[in-house]
C-alpha cells in the first residue's frame, strides 16, 4: 500500500509540545508588567498561533507600536523565564515521530513561535534532526498566511496535495487551506474539535497516536534528499 502523503508539517506549541497554559501564564503576566488587564484564558488561546506581535495586538488592540513592542518584550522576558524547563511533548509525540521517520515520511515544523524559541526547545527535546526544515513566525509571514506552508513545501520539493498539516488552531487549518493543503485538526492544544471542524480537517484527534493509526502502515520507495 502506497502512503498518500510525503510531507507532515506540524504546528509546535499545543500540538506538539504541551505549552498552551504556560503561553496564557505568560501573557497575563507581562500584561500585569506592560499596566494592562488581564485576558481571559479563552481570549488567549484563542490568539495563540499568531505572530507575537499579532496576537497582542489581537488582544490590545488600543496599544501603540511602541507600547506594543515594550509588552512584546515584557513577554519574551517572561516566557523565557518560566520555560527554563522546556514545557514536555504530550505523549505519544516522540514515539510516532520516531515511527513516521522511520517510516519514510518528510516531517516539518511550521510554528508561531519565534526562531530563537523555537531552536531552544528543539534542542532541549532533541528533536533538530527529526524535521527536514522548520519555519518560525519571525522569518517569514505569519499564519494565516500561507507563505510559511508555500516554503516548506518548495524546500521539501512536495506537492501541496501530498502534504498534511497537524495543528490545535484555527490558523493552522486556515493556513493549510490557503495553501491548498489537507490538515489535521488536534483537540487537545488551544482549541475544542468542535471549534476547529468548522475549518475542514480531514481527521479529528484528541491523542497524538491517533494520526499514525490514521495513516496507517505502508511501504515506501527511499527518494535521497
Known sequence: MSKKYDLLIFDWDGTLADSIGRI????????????EAPSSDQAIKGIIGLALVEAI???YP???????????QHYADVYTALDQQPSPLFEGVVESLEAFRQEGYRMAVATGKARRGLDRVLKANGLQAFFDITRAADETRGKPHPLMLEEILAHCQVEP???LM???SAF???MASNAGMHSVAVGYGAMSLQALAEFGPQLCIE?????RQWLGPAQFTFQGR
Open 24 to 35: 496564557v501564564e505568560a501573557m497575563n503576566m507581562a500584561a500585569e508588567l506592560a499596566g
Open 57 to 59: 495586538a489581537t488582544l
Open 62 to 72: 488600543r496599544l501603540s507600536p511602541s507600547q506594543l513592542e515594550v509588552f512584546r
Open 161 to 163: 496535495g501530498r502534504a
Open 166 to 168: 497537524v495543528g490545535d
Open 172 to 174: 493552522d487549518l486556515l
Open 207 to 211: 491523542h497524538f497516536s491517533q494520526l
